[in-house]
């Protein structure tokens, strides 16, 4: 790894959807040239058909086939496949799905590798990217896997806000019987270790959101409010963490006070996400928080209808490349300190 200016992996994803364009558009014009070494894994050949069909032809594309040819003031290609694939905008293909998992397993050897500071990850397609080596929901739990780690964390992270969600991609039939005390202890405190040593901030204070509609009203719309998230936020806040709690979601982001917060815990994933996305969408980036590297990515999917058409927004991925340089920096800094219980205060 770098002890600079970091080297940061960028996986193409499904070359099929937007991601090879936002990559390029985020790339053009030289600035995260200046503040880290990228290098995009996928295929020098698709990129230069994009970068045609954008007219980004002023881009400098150096092709690598080891990473001991990186030059860091290029846009480095680490060529993951040889064989010529049909490139085809807009299509969900096989073909399409296996470059993306193959471009996803040639970064994170990489990255194990210590090679790379950190990977981005473009758009996949969830189900064409499926195969025996890759059984899983998306990006957060294969990087959970392949890094041995049995807590992680979903993070959506804009200058606006932070959402983190302590249940991830499963039905909603099921987030129910997930919520234990166990789970939500542990995503707080993934979720303060992640403010503090992610994003420097010294005493992070955090929102909990309820369950249920009107946050269970007292117990008369469920029970979970009062028989699970309020003692476990009782305790921890008893312990000196800053957390508060749990909330009605609906008022919580329609008031505005998500504001007050330097992070928020909802209990699902649209719970979560579709506020984020309402009020984040174009800057929106994905970080999974809890694990031992770092790995960010946009906060939107393939977008199969504008594929090709030069109209896809860039900005989420332009900062998805800067937060992954800002964690790096952040946890040099505190030397990826572990995860420790919040120190006791005097209640």
């Known amino acids: 790894m770098s002890e600079h200016k970091p080297v940061i992996g960028i996986t193409l994803g499904d070359f099929n959807g937007v991601g090879p364009?936002?990559?390029?558009?985020?790339?053009?014009?030289?600035?995260?040239?200046?503040?880290?070494?990228?290098?995009?894994?996928?295929?020098?050949?698709?990129?230069?058909?994009?970068?045609?069909l954008l007219n980004l032809e002023?881009?400098?594309?150096?092709?690598?086939?080891?990473?001991?040819?990186?030059?860091h003031k290029r846009v480095?290609?680490?060529?993951?496949?040889?064989?010529?694939?049909?490139i085809d905008p807009g299509k969900a293909t096989p073909e399409a799905g296996n470059a993306a998992y193959l471009?996803?397993?040639?970064?994170?050897?990489?990255?194990?590798?210590?090679?790379?500071?950190?990977?981005?990850t473009a758009p996949i397609?969830?189900?064409?990217?499926?195969?025996?080596?890759?059984?899983?929901?998306?990006?957060?739990?294969?990087?959970?896997?392949?890094?041995?780690?049995?807590?992680?964390?979903?993070?959506?992270?804009?200058?606006?806000?932070?959402?983190a969600v302590a249940t991830g991609h499963i039905p909603l039939e099921k987030v129910k019987p997930a919520i234990t005390k166990d789970l939500i202890t542990k995503k707080i405190k993934l979720l303060e270790h992640s403010l503090r040593h992610d994003f420097g901030i010294a005493k992070p204070k955090i929102a909990v959101l309820g369950l249920n509609p009107h946050a269970g009203e007292d117990g008369l719309l469920g029970m979970e409010e009062k028989?699970?998230?309020?003692?476990?936020?009782?305790?921890?806040?008893?312990?000196?963490?800053?957390?508060?709690?749990?909330?009605?979601?609906?008022?919580f982001f329609g008031t505005g006070n998500y504001r007050k917060y330097d992070g928020i815990l909802a209990m699902y994933h649209d719970q979560g996400l579709i506020p984020f996305k309402t009020i984040a969408?174009?800057?929106?980036?994905?970080?999974?928080?809890?694990l031992s590297m770092v790995?960010?990515?946009?906060?939107?999917?393939?977008?199969?209808?504008?594929?090709?058409?030069?109209?896809?927004?860039?900005?989420?991925?332009?900062?998805?490349?800067?937060?992954?340089?800002?964690?790096?920096?952040?946890?040099?800094?505190?030397?990826?300190?572990?995860?420790?219980?919040?120190?006791?205060?005097q209640p």
């Not at 996803?104 to 990977?119: E, G, P, R």
């Not at 969408?281 to 809890?290: H, Y």
């Open 21 to 52: 364009e936002v990559t390029l558009k985020a790339l053009a014009g030289g600035q995260i040239s200046r503040v880290c070494t990228p290098v995009l894994y996928g295929s020098v050949k698709v990129l230069s058909r994009y970068r045609k």
């Open 58 to 71: 002023e881009i400098q594309l150096h092709s690598i086939r080891t990473m001991d040819q990186l030059i």
């Open 76 to 86: 480095n290609v680490f060529n993951c496949w040889e064989e010529h694939l049909e």
């Open 103 to 120: 471009a996803l397993k040639t970064a994170v050897a990489d990255l194990k590798n210590n090679m790379l500071d950190a990977i981005v």
């Open 125 to 163: 397609n969830k189900h064409t990217i499926q195969n025996d080596a890759f059984k899983f929901p998306g990006h957060t739990e294969y990087f959970a896997h392949e890094f041995g780690s049995t807590d992680s964390l979903m993070f959506l992270v804009s200058p606006e806000l932070r959402v």
């Open 227 to 251: 028989e699970i998230i309020g003692p476990v936020i009782s305790e921890l806040k008893h312990k000196g963490t800053l957390v508060y709690g749990p909330l009605p979601a609906d008022g």
């Open 281 to 290: 969408f174009e800057n929106g980036v994905n970080f999974t928080a809890g």
């Open 295 to 345: 790995r960010t990515s946009p906060d939107h999917g393939t977008a199969y209808n504008i594929a090709g058409k030069n109209t896809a927004d860039e900005t989420s991925m332009r900062e998805a490349i800067y937060l992954a340089c800002d964690i790096v920096k952040n946890r040099r800094e505190h030397l990826v300190v572990p995860i420790q219980p919040a120190p006791q205060s």
